[in-house]
């Protein structure tokens, strides 16, 4: 069966610092991978997704970035974090193709920004 | 993809049926309807999804009006573990692009 897996679960980060959230799933090949975020009491916002190994596409300008380096694996980066990155985080699959396949979520990272 | 709508709070008592309801009257005739849902501090669970028929699983029941307007979605015998918040969701067939998630129906379910 399909497994996805995040981590850190919790992350505490000084502005200013840098960021990777990691993503990976198993079970499957070259599915489609998305990252979103959930601000306190809020929906999810589709920060990124990526259909094979090195292609992105991103939703919302903003001070973060994604990369696939392999088919299985998504990570979110970013260079200099803001307080207002502070957020529940994300990762989704599906399988590739066409169809109406739901997304399954992994179990997130929360992360503050201090 | 098509907007939703959903009250933003539903109380239900232990071992009776919740039914929440879901508006998406913009829906399209290639997207599909997906129910999530998620508890405190958790990722999104998916549910259940259709397109035009009804639709049952283990964990609930799906009911879409003939013109598509809205939705229901069932819980049969909700228990304390399904208290969450739930998310109606609509989606184009086959898109590799976002759910959107709007702040969906807080349910509680009462011992």
Not at chain 1, 45 to 52: A, E, I, K, R
Not at chain 1, 63 to 69: K, M
Request: charged fraction near 15%; proline fraction near 7%; include cysteine.
């Amino acid at each position: 069966s399909q497994t996805i897996h995040q981590w850190p679960a919790t992350l505490v980060q000084p502005v200013g610092s840098p960021l990777s959230l990691e993503c990976t799933v198993e079970g499957t090949s070259n599915p489609n991978l998305y990252w979103y975020r959930q601000a306190a009491g809020r929906g999810l916002q589709l920060l990124f997704y990526s259909v094979g190994i090195g292609q992105i596409s991103s939703e919302v300008p903003q001070n973060l970035s994604a990369s696939r380096p392999q088919d299985r694996q998504f990570i979110l980066s970013s260079k200099k974090l803001l307080l207002s990155d502070s957020g529940f985080y994300l990762c989704a699959w599906t399988p590739q193709g066409p169809g109406n396949q739901p997304q399954h979520f992994g179990d997130g990272t929360r992360l503050s920004i201090l | 993809d098509a907007k939703t709508t959903q009250p933003p709070s539903m109380d239900c008592a232990e071992g009776r049926a919740a039914n929440l309801p879901c508006n998406h009257s913009t829906i399209s005739g290639n997207e599909y309807v997906y129910w999530y849902r998620q508890i405190h501090s958790q990722g999104p669970q998916y549910i259940i999804h259709g397109l035009k028929n009804n639709e049952t699983n283990e964990m609930a029941s799906l009911i879409i009006t003939e013109d598509r307007k809205s939705s229901t979605l069932i819980l049969p015998h909700a228990t304390l573990r399904d208290t969450a918040v739930y998310y109606c969701i609509v989606r184009v067939r086959g898109s590799a692009r976002q759910l959107t998630f709007g702040s969906g129906t807080q349910l509680t379910v009462l011992p």
